[in-house]
């Protein structure tokens, strides 16, 4: 009997190709096995990308390059599984993105003073949180700007953590930004001159016998500066706090959980969930005994949605403002065999109630907003038309019997 010889087409040869790419990066990547756990819907899934290979073979009129379309094609599938997640803070960086050009040895770089991101719509970098007294809060730069270019080289071109590269550089240089920013029907041009600044995370006042406490990002040294709030305060009379964390994007989860430390006596702080375990964070016995009251809006974030609902659930103090954020996640880069990496949510922060404030954001007890443009000037609004922090003010005179 002869044997019927098999050919392969080029293009389901390119396809195998492509698959056994793609499978070969799954295997590395731990956290597909612990979602897609299921050999029917590994199946499933593999049978539909098989359907739409054959769909294309027979149907595509357009030609596929074994160079260019294959990396094209391996980055759109990574990309698309990544994004079916539904987690908005979960991403994935191709070759281009993720690599990073080596900073030369022995030179001082310094960096502007933002929180960047990945801006998963555009591919350019998001300015997530200004530092104050940083050379880029000095030049004008806000929360929310996309950033598309550093000195006339485009972020898409040059790839994204390249770009963010770009922006740290010797000390008394300038680095020219072009911005896009909501609600501007252009974009603008932000020449920032980098010098060395200390990040001024905690501000504060006493006002009518209330220690008031700005913390507008938590970081390594909010503690300290925490502490140093308090002692102040306290020496200046205060007889209860209120603690600001409106417009805090967060920051670093390990910095809110050390304030906390600081405010609440011996208890469990948090829980950080993971997908094979939890730590659980507890309190010593020194603590603030005075009344608090934290202040929050919708673009409280992160850790410092963390430090409300913490204080909130354990009796410590009252909310005043608006629901905050909804996002208990933190993120970490896992880096896949081919230079490029999935940016993913690998920890939860639980309070100590123990139900998740992920998605649905931490509640007002005292609802109080303020109107559009009141937020967009807050850095200049001042206290008497202020009016979420006049009703924290307010609420604590009752607390303390003040008149």
Not at 6 to 31: D, L
Not at 87 to 105: A, G, R, V
Not at 144 to 158: F, L, P, R, W
Not at 164 to 192: A, K
């Amino acid at each position: 009997m002869k044997k019927r010889k098999i050919t392969f087409r080029p293009a389901t040869v390119f396809f195998i190709a492509v698959a056994v790419a793609f499978i070969s990066i799954t295997a590395t990547y731990f956290y597909v096995s612990s979602i897609v756990n299921d050999i029917g819907k590994n199946q499933q899934m593999y049978t539909n990308l098989s359907n739409v290979e054959q769909i294309v073979v027979q149907n595509y009129i357009g030609t596929i390059d074994a160079t260019t379309d294959y990396q094209n094609i391996q980055d759109g599938i990574v990309s698309g599984y990544i994004n079916g997640l539904g987690d908005p803070y979960s991403y994935y960086l191709n070759q281009k993105n993720y690599k990073t050009s080596i900073l030369p040895d022995n030179t001082a770089y310094i960096d502007i003073g933002i929180r960047p991101a990945f801006d998963i719509s555009s591919g350019y970098i998001r300015v997530d949180f200004v530092r104050r007294g940083s050379p880029a809060e000095y030049a004008g730069l806000k929360t929310g700007d996309i950033i598309t270019a550093v000195d006339g080289k485009s972020v898409t071109e040059e790839g994204y953590r390249n770009a963010v590269r770009l922006l740290s550089g010797e000390e008394g240089t300038t680095v020219i930004l072009t911005v896009i920013r909501e609600g501007e029907n252009s974009s603008v041009t932000y020449n920032v001159t980098r010098v060395r600044f200390s990040s001024q995370t905690v501000e504060y006042s006493l006002i009518e016998q209330i220690g008031y406490i700005f913390i507008n990002e938590f970081s390594a040294s909010t503690s300290a500066d925490f502490k140093n709030a308090v002692t102040d305060l306290s020496f200046q009379g205060a007889k209860g706090y209120i603690i600001d964390v409106r417009f805090n994007a967060g920051g670093d989860y390990e910095g809110a959980i050390e304030v906390l430390d600081d405010i609440m006596p011996v208890s469990t702080i948090c829980t950080r969930r993971e997908k094979n375990g939890e730590q659980v964070y507890t309190s010593d016995a020194d603590s603030v005994n005075l009344p608090i009251i934290v202040v929050i809006n919708s673009h409280t974030n992160g850790s410092a949605e963390l430090f409300a609902a913490a204080l909130r659930e354990s009796g410590l103090a009252k909310t005043v403002g608006n629901q905050t954020a909804g996002n208990a996640l933190a993120q970490t880069d896992i880096v896949l065999t081919n230079n490029t990496a999935v940016h993913l949510s690998v920890y939860e922060y639980i309070p100590p109630s123990g139900e998740t404030y992920n998605g649905k954001g931490v509640v007002a007890d005292v609802e109080v907003s303020l109107d559009s443009g009141e937020e967009d000037n807050f850095d200049d609004l001042q206290f008497e038309n202020d009016d979420q922090l006049s009703a924290a003010v307010k609420y604590m005179k009752e607390i303390l019997g003040i008149i």
